[in-house]
């Protein structure tokens, strides 16, 4: 007789696993420098000198345990924005981080907010935890405060708030920001996710500071994989109110952050020529790749990230699957999103000049083409 099958917890298997971007294209993969990947939103000229300084001298004491505390990096992330090293918490990548607050504020019987095209590990985080999540609708693809707040019932426990929002590239300013957190009841935890945040160059935006300082209910989230281009490295960081930090260090893992990481990270934050060339790059080539697309008829979102969102109408079978394929044999990679309910768009993250300039040839070439 064979035994019983050991079951996960209920909601367990309803998890449907988190795909990232494509790293190669079939048959295409032997010389791995002639595909251009502009599918997982990474820096565009990989990581500071200084950082990999930093991971090269920090690769040969790897045998030793890193700091549990991380305290070198807590200190660099407070002088960098100017806050208390006490109420940070860093992780292996923000994912680890909304996970644990899922974990920490959220169970069964309970119910997790995230807009409808928010970033897919917000429901993953919630069902692993147990919780329910609900998507809530947008308008024009943005997060519509006033369908939020209606959607909270006695059940919910935590809003998920990706801003700017992944894979859309929209955001809500900062006092839609502060109407959200006025509007939900003082025992929901707001998480603002702003893994984006350095690439917005609007005077309307924050990442949230002042609302975690405000109150006892306000997380907001960040990470070093998209403009410090150290995703490799698996490092993101939060801050939060001193009560909400303890939790966190209560269920985190002993060393969760790798030493290599943190070095990297200290270092990274330090080489502010390498950051300001990275953001003007993404800027600039947001506006190019928006204004290029829209030249040619296509629909794009005004993207505040490193990336850009462009939808194809389906007519004369220009549609977004025929578009990747094409993308593909001219050996181009980008995000499809049919996984975020945007089946007629795909997202293209912002490289190299040269690699942004085949991208937009490769499209232009696409939309010529006859069935």
């Known amino acids: 007789m064979s035994a019983p099958f050991i079951t996960p917890r209920p909601g367990i298997l309803s998890i449907k696993p988190y795909v990232g971007g494509d790293s190669t294209i079939q048959g295409k993969d032997k010389d791995k420098t002639s595909v251009i990947k502009l599918a997982s939103n990474e820096g565009a000229f990989g990581p500071s000198p200084k950082a990999l300084e930093a991971i090269a001298k920090s690769a040969q004491s790897v045998n030793r345990y890193p700091?549990?505390?991380?305290?070198?990096?807590?200190?660099?992330?407070?002088?960098?924005f100017g806050l208390d090293p006490a109420r940070i918490i860093c992780g292996a990548g923000s994912d680890e981080i909304l996970s644990l607050l899922a974990y920490s504020y959220s169970g069964p019987g309970d119910e997790v907010l995230y807009t409808e095209h928010g970033f897919l590990m917000y429901p993953i985080a919630a069902k692993a935890a147990g919780a329910t999540p609900i998507a809530v609708g947008e308008t024009n693809l943005t997060t519509d405060v006033d369908k939020l707040l209606a959607a909270v019932t006695d059940k919910t426990k935590i809003v998920f708030l990706a801003n700017p929002n992944n894979p859309t590239g929209t955001y809500i300013n900062s006092s839609e920001l502060q109407r959200l957190r006025a509007g939900l009841p003082t025992d929901v935890l707001l998480?603002?996710?702003?893994?984006?945040?350095?690439?917005?160059?609007?005077?309307?935006?924050?990442?949230?500071?002042?609302?975690?300082?405000?109150?006892?209910?306000?997380?907001?989230?960040?990470?070093?994989?998209?403009?410090?281009?150290?995703?490799?490295?698996?490092?993101?960081?939060?801050?939060?109110?001193?009560e909400i930090a303890d939790v966190i260090n209560r269920v985190r893992g002993p060393f969760n952050v790798s030493s290599i990481a943190q070095a990297a990270g200290i270092a990274a934050l330090e080489d502010t020529e390498f950051f300001n060339r990275s953001r003007e790059h993404a800027?600039?080539?947001?506006?190019?790749?928006?204004?290029?697309?829209?030249?040619?008829?296509?629909?794009?979102?005004?993207?505040?990230?490193?990336?850009?969102?462009?939808?194809?109408?389906?007519?004369?079978?220009?549609?977004?699957?025929?578009a990747d394929a094409f993308l593909r044999d001219n050996s181009i990679i980008v995000r499809k999103m049919e996984s975020y309910g945007l089946a007629d768009s795909l997202r293209i993250s912002i490289g190299t000049e040269k690699e942004m300039n085949a991208c937009i040839n490769a499209i232009e070439r696409f939309l010529k083409t006859t069935n």
């Open 283 to 322: 800027i600039l080539w947001v506006e190019k790749t928006q204004s290029a697309l829209k030249q040619m008829g296509l629909e794009t979102t005004n993207s505040v990230g490193n990336f850009v969102l462009v939808r194809f109408d389906g007519k004369n079978g220009k549609t977004a699957e025929a």
């Open 191 to 242: 998480v603002i996710d702003a893994a984006y945040a350095e690439f917005v160059a609007r005077d309307d935006y924050t990442p949230g500071f002042e609302l975690v300082d405000q109150g006892q209910n306000t997380v907001m989230t960040r990470t070093f994989s998209k403009i410090f281009a150290l995703g490799g490295l698996r490092l993101g960081w939060a801050y939060m109110p001193s």
């Open 67 to 80: 700091d549990g505390n991380a305290s070198a990096l807590h200190n660099a992330i407070g002088k960098r």
